[in-house]
Antibody, heavy 121, light 108 residues
Framework: EVQLVESGGGLVQPGGSLRLACAASGFKFSSYSMNWVRQAPGKGLEWISYISGTGLTSAYIASVKGRFIISRDNAHNSLFLQMNSLRAEDTAVYYC??????????????WGQGALVTVSS | DIQVTQSPSSLSASVGDRVTITCQANQTISNFLNWYQQRPGKAPQLLIYTASSLQTGVPSRFSGSGSGTDFTLTINNLQPDDFATYYCQQSFSTAPWTFGQGTKVEVK
């Protein structure tokens, strides 16, 4: 059974940093690209970052580029999101997700339960 | 970035109804359009991928259609479990993948 379990969420002051982790199990982790998707309170879904199975390729949405870093440790089946220079508008539930990605197209087939990040003074 | 616009933003329906939600992209995306369901307080779940393929385990009352810029999610014989928010998402671009704003299906 595929499982994705996020940790590391919490309350942080504006300008601060936080590192989210996602523990994956039930599948060959290194064979899949992974993403972080967030959802602000009462709002819709927003894809923010992706990393390839090898970790060599990544991408970010413009609003987090230069502040957030996605990484993975395939030896320990773990995905990470280092979030720096946090802003109030980064307040959201952050979901770790697995995708099926092709040369063109793809979809997210598994989601974690989410980790709440609150940026407030 | 490719934008996808869902309509309506909300709708009211009754058990047994047929519900239709549309998603329009601002440029052609072939059939690289997915649909997700999110129940309150839960993570989203994949319903339909590449416009019309039903994800394993999803009831056959859910169906998707469309290509190019216009797509539709249809729910036949609406069930109590189906009152939720639905999102479309395009994957034509490598990044970013973008979601529609969501459609909340509420009890009439």
């Amino acid at each position: 059974e595929v499982q994705l379990v996020e940790s590391g969420g919490g309350l942080v002051q504006p300008g601060g940093s936080l590192r989210l982790a996602c523990a994956a199990s039930g599948f060959k982790f290194s064979s899949y690209s992974m993403n972080w998707v967030r959802q602000a309170p009462g709002k819709g879904l927003e894809w923010i970052s992706y990393i390839s199975g090898t970790g060599l390729t990544s991408a970010y949405i413009a609003s987090v580029k230069g502040r957030f870093i996605i990484s993975r440790d395939n030896a320990h089946n773990s995905l990470f999101l280092q979030m720096n220079s946090l802003r109030a508008e980064d307040t959201a539930v952050y979901y770790c997700t697995r995708d099926r990605r092709f040369p063109r197209g793809g979809y997210i087939d598994f989601w974690g339960q989410g980790a709440l990040v609150t940026v407030s003074s | 970035d490719i934008q996808v616009t869902q309509s309506p933003s909300s709708l009211s329906a009754s058990v047994g109804d047929r519900v239709t939600i549309t998603c329009q992209a601002n440029q052609t995306i072939s059939n690289f359009l997915n649909w997700y369901q999110q129940r309150p307080g839960k993570a989203p779940q994949l319903l339909i991928y590449t416009a019309s393929s039903l994800q394993t385990g999803v009831p056959s009352r859910f169906s998707g259609s469309g290509s190019g810029t216009d797509f539709t999610l249809t729910i036949n014989n609406l069930q109590p479990d189906d009152f939720a928010t639905y999102y479309c998402q395009q994957s034509f671009s490598t990044a970013p993948w973008t979601f529609g704003q969501g459609t909340k299906v509420e009890v009439k």
